[in-house]
């Protein structure tokens, strides 16, 4: 009989993860009744309520809250999820949570719960909870350090997928796979045979991986000895990285690895299809895989256009004094215009102007034409400097926004120029130009921005276009103030 492990990693994970956010919501409970009844700062004209009565609702609210996280995937995917995820991810669950649980306390009015405080332990929870994620990730990491909970993987075949996969599996030390090795699928697939895919795997500066990171993962042997080879490395997981044309071997790995306590999966060449996902549907009982669809549907839209207008009306309220001091400054920093208004190209291929607080010379590309700014740029005024590293020469642009030029989440516009000279060299280039431009993006918020890869750029963009949610606006909004703060590549 064959031998069976059990794995612990993902279980011992996910209880972690469960214990502690069941903490932080206990602990945020009882820190909002003493903050309620004990602190001083609020009257209790009827009287301090029995403690037991609030402690059975808090059994209530726990399970509320678990049943949320645990349906909203909260607890899975854990090492692919940044903290911007789990933030947006909280905060919907605390919303969700405190709708159910105000309109429980309506219906049990005869128990004379608080109000109040209902309000104000939900106002705590967010932070109790966001607190809890720092924590958890702090020692989830270490215990990944230290070998424990790792997804051993064993890597089957090649295709420009296999490296994307290995590159984030580098940048998200998080992740728990743990590759060990690859397995040919043809003789052709020789490692010396193997050559990456520039669109895939170059970094923000243009370098491929393979020179950054060192040697590939050991080629382990072939599909013919994929059965001994989980046994003897004790793989947890199977991982297909086969072109198209290979689909037969799907079925084939799945014959070879039964009655295996091992997992197989299969990471299918999007790139050889021109997309960035494929989407699963069921129709009566039939499966659809969407191959490419419309990048933002009619009610999309309209509640993309909404948050960007509400938004952008807010910005420009609220930072109304910090846009006249900069206005102010560049004004008397330098000879010239406060604004600088240079024609981008929007969606569908529409032109529009573009608005800026002035960072450069009046006449920066008198001589040399339309150019991209490089790092310590002698066109560049002092001021300048300071409002590109951190982005306040952007700030402008919300008026573009609220306009409906421009969105506040889309990939950045380009130069007519450029955009030309882009569309020639990648043929998928012009597909980022299906949604409105963005004043960030998600190619921007990944650290390309400025003088970085166009390729590269357009992928994470197509990934953008394709993938579109207003939560995912959230996060990169999320993402952008933390990236403006770091600085990277703004000059």
């Known amino acids: ?34 903050f309620r009844f004990y602190s001083g700062i609020w009257l209790v004209p009827l009287g301090i309520p029995p ?64 109000r109040s405080f209902f309000g104000l332990f939900f106002l705590s929870t967010f932070a109790f909870l966001t607190l809890g994620r720092v924590l958890d990730r702090m020692v989830l990491r270490t215990l990944l350090k230290r070998r424990v909970g790792r997804t051993r993987t064993l ?83 199977v991982v297909l990285t086969v072109s198209f044309d290979q689909l037969e071997l799907v079925r084939d790995m799945a014959a070879r690895l039964a009655n295996l306590n091992v997992d197989l999966q299969f990471v299918p060449d999007l790139m050889a299809l021109h997309t960035s996902k494929m989407r699963l549907k069921e129709i009566a009982g039939i499966p659809f895989i969407s191959v490419r669809e419309e990048a933002l549907s009619g009610v999309d839209r309209v509640v993309k256009r909404t948050f960007d207008f509400l938004a952008s009306g807010l910005g420009l309220l609220f930072l109304a004094p910090l846009l006249a001091a900069i ?29 800026k607080f002035r960072s450069m010379r009046t006449d920066a590309e008198a001589a040399s034409g339309p150019v991209w700014t490089t790092e310590a740029d002698p066109r ?14 952007e700030l402008p642009q919300l008026w573009n926004v609220l306009r409906g030029d421009m969105s506040l989440v889309g990939p950045r516009p380009e130069r007519a120029v450029f955009v030309e000279k882009f569309r020639q060299e990648m043929p998928r280039y012009f597909e980022r130009h299906r949604v409105q431009s963005g004043l960030t993006g998600w190619a921007q918020v990944h650290g390309l921005r400025g003088n970085t890869s166009i390729a590269e750029r357009t992928l994470y963009d197509l990934h953008y276009v394709e993938n579109w949610s207003l939560a995912l606006d959230v996060k990169i909004l999320l993402m952008t103030l933390h990236h403006v703060l770091r600085g990277d590549n703004a000059y």
């Open 1 to 34: 009989m064959t031998e069976t492990r059990q794995r612990r990693g993902g279980t011992l994970e996910a209880i972690l993860l469960i214990i502690t956010d069941m903490l932080m919501l206990e602990a945020a409970f009882l820190f909002t009744y003493w």
């Open 51 to 114: 403690l037991d009565l609030y402690l059975a609702m808090g059994v209530v609210i726990l399970l509320i809250f678990f049943a949320i996280f645990y349906t909203s995937g909260m607890y899975s995917q854990r090492g692919g999820r940044s903290i911007e995820d789990d933030l947006v991810g909280l905060f919907k669950g605390v919303v969700l949570g405190s709708l159910l649980v105000l309109a429980l306390a309506f219906f049990t009015r005869g128990l004379a719960f608080s």
């Open 155 to 237: 890597l089957v075949g090649v295709s420009p997928m296999r490296a994307r996969l290995l590159r984030l599996i580098r940048e998200l030390p998080g992740l728990s796979l743990d590759p060990v090795g690859w397995i040919r699928v043809l003789d052709e697939d020789a490692p010396d045979a193997i050559a990456p895919d520039p669109s895939t795997v170059l970094d923000a500066r243009g370098r491929h991986h393979d020179e950054l990171d060192g040697p590939d993962i050991p080629c382990l042997g072939d599909v013919g000895e994929v059965r001994a080879i989980v046994e003897t490395e004790h793989i947890d997981l």
């Open 327 to 355: 206005a102010l400054t560049v004004r008397i920093s330098s000879p010239g215009p406060v604004f600088y208004r240079q024609d981008r190209i929007g969606r569908d291929g529409h032109a529009f102007a573009m608005i």
């Open 380 to 393: 560049v005024t002092g001021i300048g400097g300071f409002l590109r590293r951190f982005s306040l020469d």
